[in-house]
């Protein structure tokens, strides 16, 4: 017997045949345990997926958007391992749909805070994350950003489509460069250290970072940087350039409101590639508004996707990407395989390679 599941499509009563194969598929055999997919994954771990794997049945959401909540709750049912999105939130009502024998979540990203960690902890399931391999692509993001920004990227961009660019000018869309400046990082952590160590060749003058305590081994990753431990005020008020690459929890909540940006300097290039929750939008709105800012970068925001109406997307200085920080395929697909690994270590009962508590 083949011990590996062949794929069928799944036919809810409620959905006519030909619609639901346009949504999910399900591979099936006699084996006992059961596996939730709740996306398709980038070509060569999507491969994988469709050759299956030994004593596991998988249930995977085949149309490439996010799955719909009743259907997240209907195909958890029965699951021992779930393998979802950053879009896809896991809490006390899912884990009660998948039933008493889940025993691992594994989401194919580093954040977690679209998963209830006490209710996985109380049922004694697993968390698996991928950590180190989104560095760079999310690195490369964040310095893309803090250029495009700097040098008024949207602005020069919309004079060439709008037909407003006229004859040169030596004060025209003069934007700011990195030389002889300060930067400020809040999250000195590996995207953090590889911002920093990207910004170092544009001639930055010294680094500002700010974080739940000082790292001086970290800080010699940086070699040959001037880099210094800083409170949060003194970083907002001294950086010429603000990073944010910290991870969004209770304390980082909103932590960039209209009273912090009151303090930034008027000229500050403001990059938020980390989690949109971590500045309360309003706030920034209001900070726009009154040219409190030079000009702002952001891959992350509240809600995603960002309504098209959004005042945000009014402002000229304001660039706004639909969070693509980690959007490469060696990246995307490097995070899918350590799903993939986590999650099919905690449906074996194995630990798993990369916990979100290591």
């Known amino acids: 017997m083949n011990p590996f599941p062949r794929i069928i499509t799944k036919v809810p009563s409620s959905i006519p045949t030909l619609l639901a194969k346009r949504h999910f598929s399900v591979m099936t055999t006699a084996q006992r345990q059961k596996l939730l997919v709740t996306r398709t994954l980038p070509l060569a771990s999507q491969e994988r997926i469709e050759r299956g794997f030994e004593g596991i049945d998988i249930v995977q959401w085949k149309e490439d958007r996010t799955i719909p909540r009743s259907e997240l709750l209907s195909l958890a049912k029965g699951a021992d391992g779930i393998l979802c999105l950053l879009t896809d939130k ?52 964040t310095v893309l950003l803090v250029l495009a920004a700097a040098r008024r990227l949207r602005e020069g961009m919309d004079a060439v489509l709008q037909g407003t660019w006229g004859t040169w000018s030596p004060t025209w869309l003069l934007g700011s460069q990195l030389t002889d400046k300060t930067v400020g990082i809040v999250g ?36 040959g940087a001037r880099i210094e431990f800083s409170d949060l005020d003194r970083l907002l008020r001294e950086s010429d350039v603000i990073c944010v690459c910290c991870a969004l929890n209770d304390k980082t909540q909103n932590m960039f409101n209209y009273e912090a940006f009151s303090k930034m300097k008027s000229s500050v290039v403001f990059v938020n590639t980390a989690r949109g929750g971590i500045v309360e939008q309003p706030g920034l709105i209001r900070a726009l508004k009154e040219g409190k800012l030079g000009s702002v970068g952001l891959d992350v925001t509240v809600p995603e996707p960002l309504p098209t109406d959004s005042e945000l997307l009014k402002f000229p200085n304001c660039i706004v990407l639909p969070h693509i920080g980690s959007g490469t395929l060696e990246t995307r697909t490097a995070m899918s395989e350590i799903a993939i690994e986590n999650v099919l270590s ?10 979100y508590n290591a």
């Open 90 to 141: 896991i809490d006390a009502e899912v884990l009660d749909a998948a039933g008493p024998q889940l025993k691992v979540v594994s989401t194919v990203s580093v954040g977690y805070d679209h998963v209830n960690v006490p209710e996985l902890e109380k049922r004694n399931i697993v968390l698996g994350i991928t950590p180190g391999v989104l560095t760079e692509a999310t690195a490369d993001t």
């Open 188 to 223: 000195l952590g590996r995207i953090g250290v590889a911002v920093a160590k990207r910004l170092q060749a544009f001639g930055v003058q010294k680094f500002l970072y700010q974080g739940t305590r000082p790292k001086p081994e970290t800080e010699k990753e940086i070699p």
């Open 346 to 355: 905690g449906i074996k009962g194995e630990k798993i390679p990369h916990p």
